[in-house]
């Protein structure tokens, strides 16, 4: 008889309740994934016992072992006593933050990247979402029924839509009405276009007017509004060239030549405060001392500046682009990129031309 909990699948499964796996399941269908890995849950939870047993043997407890309790006034037992909870307090809750800040983090970014995944998923249905209907309408206009024109319009091309469709119309066809279908499907995905669209052929059904000519204004509709969205893409493209310029161009060159303003400052105060401007008859109004600013420093700090500037820089550009910040989380290492070799490239032609300067 096999042990509980031995696989990882089953740590998976005793780690989420059973009222959350209906939802579970239901998102992670969003994404595209059929089962809910619970075997990945289980490793994640092997993994950071993992990582929290190395992290407390070669850091953890070290620290702990030399941390010690003065009592003035007690006995030896005392202090013993008392380092020995202080000891134990510790590591009770290393063992206990720690795994659960590892999952945590590990939760979090699976959730990003499967809610990244779920939009583009449903970017690509919007895009193919007038050719589908074209379809549909052309089926219906050549006597099919509206359930038979749904799984006719089914094409390999449409590849996520005629998935989703596909999945409705295997439900129409086992008996479940044709609007609940419908109306789970536009459910599941966050999108205001479809919803309108299956929303208002609803409708039209309900009310038993023709479908196919409903269909194509629908199709018009969507057009127009691609269409609208893209002159408003060609409007702002001066925002975008602005805002790259200054995260590629301005900023870079501004911490070069903060950069270098501050090397030319050291030597400056270097030289003034060596030379006897006594002696020499020469009485300055200020005195010049060595500054204590790391050049080091200051150039990872312009290094993590630049990166920040990029990454929220790119967010910018995606809001004025696509109205949303999930569309351009692929600018974001684009930015950075750019960002840092166009500093690197200053930097070394800064310190060519400033080199001979003293």
């Known amino acids: 008889m096999a042990l509980p909990f031995t696989s990882p699948e089953d740590f998976g499964k005793a780690f989420v309740f059973k009222r959350f796996r209906p939802n579970l399941r239901r998102y992670f269908l969003k994404a595209g994934i059929i089962e809910v890995p619970y075997k990945l849950f289980g490793i994640i939870f092997y993994l950071s016992i993992i990582i929290t047993a190395v992290t407390y043997l070669y850091y953890i407890y070290p620290l702990l072992a030399t941390i010690k309790v003065q009592i003035l006034g007690t006995s030896f037992i005392a202090h013993f006593i008392s380092n020995s909870l202080a000891f134990f307090a510790g590591t009770v809750i290393f063992w206990i933050a720690a795994p659960l800040a590892i999952v945590a983090v590990i939760v979090l970014v699976m959730y990003f990247y499967l809610d990244l995944r779920i939009y583009n998923r449903t970017k690509r249905m919007e895009d193919v979402l007038p050719d589908f209907l074209r379809f549909v309408s052309e089926n219906l206009k050549g006597g099919m029924s509206f359930e038979r024109a749904l799984w006719s319009s089914i094409k390999p091309e449409f590849d996520v839509l005629a998935s989703e469709v596909r999945l409705a119309a295997k439900k129409v066809m086992t008996g479940q009405d044709v609007e609940e279908a419908l109306t789970e499907f536009t459910d599941k995905y966050d999108s205001p276009i479809m919803r309108r669209a299956f ?54 060159g501004l911490f070069t030549l903060s950069f270098q303003f501050l090397t030319v400052l050291q030597k400056l105060g270097e030289k003034l405060a060596g030379a ?83």
């Open 199 to 252: 929303e208002l052929i609803q409708e039209g059904m309900k009310g038993g007017g023709r479908i196919a000519d409903l269909i194509d204004k629908i199709i018009e509709d969507i057009e127009e509004m691609k269409e609208l969205k893209a002159e408003m893409k060609a409007t702002n493209l001066s925002y975008v060239i602005f805002v790259t310029f200054v995260v590629i161009i301005v900023a870079p």
């Open 276 to 358: 006897d401007t006594q002696q020499a008859g020469i009485n300055l109004p200020i005195s010049f001392g060595n500054v204590s600013i790391d050049t080091e420093t200051f150039k990872s700090f312009s290094r993590y500046a630049l990166a920040i500037i990029s990454g929220f820089s790119s967010i910018i550009v995606s809001i004025i682009n696509k109205g949303n910040i999930k569309g351009g989380i692929k600018l974001i290492p684009i930015y950075v990129a750019a960002s840092l070799v166009a500093y690197t490239v200053f930097m070394y032609v800064a310190s060519s031309l400033f080199a001979n300067l003293f």
